[in-house]
């Protein structure tokens, strides 16, 4: 519609913007099935303000307790901001992904530390089960190569590697996983490292958690799919 379409009909389009804005009332209220996703990520902190990026959007900037967006900053402290969207709250990294909310409870999984802070869970790796401690430091999921065998992983395709652990470079194998489940959420194609040594835990890696958006509150870990 041009300019002076929209002059000549201003009732119209006023009852098309409230019909709209009635439909948008619904679908993020009234029904769960269509709620939306808020995405935030902490682009950058000047003294008390912080720089946040909301839904892909121009950077904006809060000051603590002032809300754009829906988004209200919380704390500001180090290299995080604290902030509440939707009644939820979320810790930001400087420059990490960023974190959505919006996702279902039952799309949630919720990983619980065990007494010396590390958090262990039980996971499906094409179905089988093995129990992964999370590791932000492992590039990869990391499997020990008895637990490869217990999977019935084929390693013949894989590629040859090295790896640096504390005792020095030992053989590795590098692969791709078909599927790993972890609670609710399930990825596929995740590079994974097979090493020939043995190991309390399989790795839950970055391959994996990268893929999906992590919340971290004291002892509890909530993991969500990102959009």
């Given at each position: 519609?041009n300019k002076s379409a929209r002059l000549l009909r201003p009732s119209f389009a006023a009852r098309t913007a409230r019909?709209?804005?009635?439909?948008?009332?619904?679908?993020?209220?009234?029904?769960?099935?269509?709620?939306?996703?808020?995405?935030?990520?902490?682009?950058?902190?000047?003294?008390?303000?912080?720089?946040?990026?909301?839904?892909?959007?121009?950077?904006?900037?809060?000051?603590?307790?002032?809300?754009?967006?829906?988004?209200?900053?919380?704390?500001?402290?180090?290299?995080?901001?604290?902030?509440?969207?939707s009644g939820q709250k979320m810790q930001l990294g400087l420059g990490a992904a960023p974190l959505s909310v919006g996702a279902t409870a039952a799309q949630r999984t919720v990983?619980?530390?065990?007494?010396?802070?590390?958090?262990?869970?039980?996971?499906?790796?094409?179905?089988?089960?093995?129990?992964?401690?999370?590791?932000?430091?492992?590039?990869?999921?990391?499997?020990?190569?008895?637990?490869?065998?217990?999977?019935?992983?084929?390693?013949?395709?894989?590629?040859?590697?090295?790896?640096?652990?504390?005792?020095?470079?030992?053989?590795?194998?590098?692969?791709?996983?078909?599927?790993?489940?972890?609670?609710?959420?399930?990825?596929?194609?995740?590079?994974?490292?097979?090493?020939?040594?043995?190991?309390?835990?399989?790795?839950?890696?970055?391959?994996?958690?990268?893929?999906?958006?992590?919340?971290?509150?004291?002892?509890?870990?909530?993991?969500?799919?990102?959009?």
């Amino acid at each position: 519609m041009n300019k002076s379409a929209r002059l000549l009909r201003p009732s119209f389009a006023a009852r098309t913007a409230r019909w709209i804005a009635a439909c948008t009332a619904f679908a993020l209220c009234g029904n769960p099935a269509f709620a939306a996703t808020a995405s935030v990520g902490l682009a950058g902190k000047f003294g008390d303000l912080a720089l946040l990026v909301i839904d892909g959007g121009a950077p904006r900037t809060l000051r603590i307790g002032q809300t754009v967006q829906g988004v209200k900053l919380l704390a500001l402290s180090g290299q995080q901001a604290t902030v509440e969207v939707s009644g939820q709250k979320m810790q930001l990294g400087l420059g990490a992904a960023p974190l959505s909310v919006g996702a279902t409870a039952a799309q949630r999984t919720v990983l619980f530390a065990k007494s010396n802070g590390q958090f262990v869970t039980e996971c499906r790796i094409n179905g089988e089960l093995l129990r992964m401690m999370v590791d932000t430091g492992a590039t990869r999921i990391t499997l020990s190569r008895e637990q490869a065998q217990r999977l019935g992983l084929n390693l013949q395709n894989g590629r040859a590697s090295a790896v640096n652990t504390a005792n020095g470079t030992i053989p590795a194998t590098l692969i791709d996983l078909d599927k790993v489940r972890v609670g609710h959420i399930e990825l596929h194609n995740v590079p994974a490292v097979v090493i020939n040594t043995q190991m309390p835990y399989a790795l839950l890696g970055m391959s994996f958690l990268q893929r999906v958006n992590m919340q971290h509150d004291g002892d509890r870990m909530t993991l969500s799919p990102r959009y």
